[in-house]
């Protein structure tokens, strides 16, 4: 196996691969969090938002039904395809989806009231130029608002998911933790904080919720799982029907152990959301 890093292409071409699914499965059930993440930015109606990395739409949609001018960025081009679809549906004309590097914004220097991004940058290879690029474009006072998931031990949608794996696919190897995969380098609130600050920000504030996820089915965790990230894509990708099958069987009984029963349960998902001041 390659131990290079993957390249900037690799990574929009792994995205867009998935991005279909990501917005059938995933963004339904992840606005509810956007929601939840901007209530601490304080955005008003006119207010100019960025999103960053903004898959299709679970943060910048409801960012634009508060009225804000969104301009929602990813480097997947349908992504932002999806995006600008489920704006459209809406009628929700103030807001832009527009195929751009997080890394590398094309955007003005000092343009936004509000920059965030919800398990976008906290994924990039390079983070500080993320976050580094988010904060050039904030306008002076302005606020970013970074979600990004805590332990990966405190992330049942992983733990189940991987502990169904390994009791169904005989030699199994789990997700190598040490060091986690990159969606948890923001996992540690102390070493957020810093990075934060690190990137200029001031009045620096993390604080770690707990997202509930409701799942009907195990047939709808494992649809999700597969679309949330190229991670999850390449783990399943070469089980057979016959052990996919199996995974499906075991969480199946994760699930019902979980809820007394019933096919459909709750997991939990610590994450922490970072908001500083430019
Ligand atoms: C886990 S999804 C999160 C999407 C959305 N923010 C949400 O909460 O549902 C991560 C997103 O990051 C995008 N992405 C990955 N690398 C990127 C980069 N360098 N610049 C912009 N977007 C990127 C992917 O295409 C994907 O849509």
């Known amino acids: 196996m390659s131990t290079q890093a993957p ?33 601490r930015a304080d955005l008003r109606p006119g207010m100019r938002f960025l999103d960053v990395a903004a898959g299709t739409g679970a943060l910048s949609i409801p960012a634009a ?9 990813d480097i997947a081009p349908t992504m932002v395809e999806r995006l600008n679809a489920r704006a459209q549906a809406e009628g929700l004309s103030n807001l832009e989806g527009v195929v751009m590097d997080g890394e590398a914004l094309d955007l003005d220097d000092d343009t936004f009231d509000v920059s965030a991004s919800q398990n976008g940058v906290s994924l990039f290879p390079d983070l500080e130029a993320g976050l580094s690029e988010m904060v050039r474009v904030t306008r002076p006072g302005g606020r ?24 169904a696919v005989p030699g199994f190897t789990p997700l190598p933790m040490d060091p986690p995969p990159l969606p948890f380098q923001l996992a540690d609130p102390a070493a957020f904080h810093r990075k934060l600050v690190d990137a200029g920000l001031v009045d620096v504030e993390v604080e770690t919720v707990t997202w509930d996820m409701p799942f009907e089915s195990a047939a709808q965790f494992w649809d999700l799982f597969i679309s949330s990230n ?4 390449q783990l399943t990708a070469n089980l057979n029907d016959e052990q996919a099958a199996g995974v499906r069987q075991v969480l199946d009984g994760m ?6 029963g019933e096919p459909g349960a709750v997991l939990h998902t610590e994450t922490n959301i970072g908001l500083g001041t430019k």
């Not at 699930?255 to 007394?260: N, Q, T, V, W």
């Open 7 to 39: 390249t900037t292409e690799q990574i929009r071409d792994s995205w867009d691969a998935i991005a279909t699914r990501f917005d059938e499965f995933v963004t339904p059930k992840s606005v509810v969090f956007g929601e939840d993440a901007l209530r």
């Open 65 to 73: 039904r508060l009225g804000a001018q969104v301009v929602a960025t």
């Open 144 to 167: 970013v608002l970074i979600v990004a998931f805590g332990l990966p031990a405190k992330a049942e949608f992983i733990t189940f998911f991987m502990g169904a794996m390994q009791a």
């Open 230 to 233: 190229p991670i999850g894509a």
């Open 255 to 260: 699930l019902r152990e979980r809820s007394g």
